[in-house]
């Protein structure tokens, strides 16, 4: 079987490729990131029988080009950038483990609303400009926090949160209340949610649903004092609508993990003082990085060799 890697974090890592190479004898890879278009993946996929992709998007027309493909085993978590219909139409398995890299992206959210509430990323800034300014911020003890969505990050989140004592109010499109009492969480509306909560904290997929989600209104709705982290998908949030909000005093400060286009373009945005953001590391710890390789070569051994 001959097998493609095409994100560049697991061709990276030595540990996975000899691991990957050790059970299939051709493996080819992309650690120079050199697949920018639909016809380069077309072409590094033409001749392989399964692929171990990332956040690259796979629709049909790929799919169709590369009859040979049988599996796609996802080195992640979210499987919005892949045809799910295209690939059960056209006979190609998905080999994927829900919450591999739950921890570490539960950890950044963590990292975001301590930063944001205690002030830590403007101060830090001012003093690399030799600026000594005493702002602490608040306490994230006992604050009220929405989360949109309730998968294996937002529940890790919810247990990291633990000893903070903190109001948890979410908004799911199920409600299990075997889990509200599990995680002692309030399932409310989205209203409440953008009207009472301190911090929200984004953990849904894109969808049209949920695209543009927070927009001018919400963030006109939301407390002045409130925060938004994103940690999940771009597009969600409308970045022009923040950027105002942010500007203007709208809200507090805002963490973003994920862009609409990435890397982001938007430099206004980007170089505000309010905002914490990072380059969508959050899943991407050395522990998530190792879990979600070995839970993709394991899909390809069950397909392949079992």
């Known amino acids: 079987m001959k097998i493609a890697v095409i994100t560049p974090l697991f061709s990276r890592?030595?540990?996975?490729m000899q691991t990957l190479t050790s059970t299939f004898s051709e493996v080819k890879h992309n650690a120079d990131n050199t697949l920018k278009t639909k016809a380069d993946l077309i072409a590094f996929l033409q001749d392989v029988d399964g692929a171990i992709v990332g956040r690259e998007k796979i629709d049909d027309e790929i799919l169709r080009a590369c009859p040979k493909l049988k599996i796609l085993s996802r080195y992640g978590v979210g499987l919005d950038n892949l045809d799910l219909e295209a690939m059960k139409k056209r006979g190609v398995e998905l080999g994927w483990t829900g919450g591999t890299n739950s921890n570490s992206v539960a950890e950044i959210t963590l990292s975001f609303m301590l930063s944001l509430s205690r002030n830590l990323h403007v101060a830090t800034t001012l003093l690399k400009?030799?600026?000594?300014?005493v702002n602490g911020g608040s306490e994230l003890k006992g604050k009220t926090i929405g989360l949109f969505?309730?998968?294996n990050i937002a529940k890790r989140v919810v247990e990291l949160l633990a000893p903070f004592h903190c109001n948890i109010l979410v908004y799911n499109r199920t409600?299990?209340?075997?889990?509200?009492?599990?995680?002692?969480?309030?399932?409310?509306?989205?209203?409440?949610?953008?009207?009472e909560a301190d911090i929200i904290s984004i953990h849904l997929p894109l969808t049209p649903e949920s695209e543009n989600l927070f927009s001018t209104h919400e963030f006109k709705v939301m407390k002045k004092s409130a925060f938004i982290i994103n940690t999940a998908r771009g597009g969600i949030i409308d970045e022009e609508a923040l950027k105002v909000a942010l500007k203007t005093?709208?809200?507090?400060?805002?963490?973003?993990e994920a862009f609409l286009v990435e890397p982001p373009q938007d430099w206004e945005l980007?170089?505000?003082?309010?905002?914490?953001?990072?380059?969508?590391?959050?899943?991407?710890?050395?522990?998530?990085?190792?879990?979600?390789?070995?839970?993709?070569i394991d899909h390809l051994k069950a397909f392949f060799i079992h």
């Not at 890592?13 to 996975?16: C, K, M, N, V």
């Not at 969480?185 to 009207?195: A, D, G, L, P």
Request: net charge negative.
């Open 149 to 151: 969505g309730f998968g």
């Open 13 to 16: 890592s030595t540990e996975l």
């Open 249 to 256: 005093g709208e809200i507090a400060g805002a963490g973003l």
């Open 175 to 195: 409600q299990d209340e075997q889990e509200a009492l599990k995680y002692s969480i309030t399932y409310t509306s989205k209203e409440r949610i953008i009207e």
């Open 270 to 296: 980007i170089d505000l003082p309010n905002l914490v953001c990072t380059p969508h590391l959050g899943g991407n710890s050395k522990e998530s990085i190792l879990a979600m390789g070995y839970s993709c």
């Open 129 to 133: 400009q030799h600026i000594w300014k």
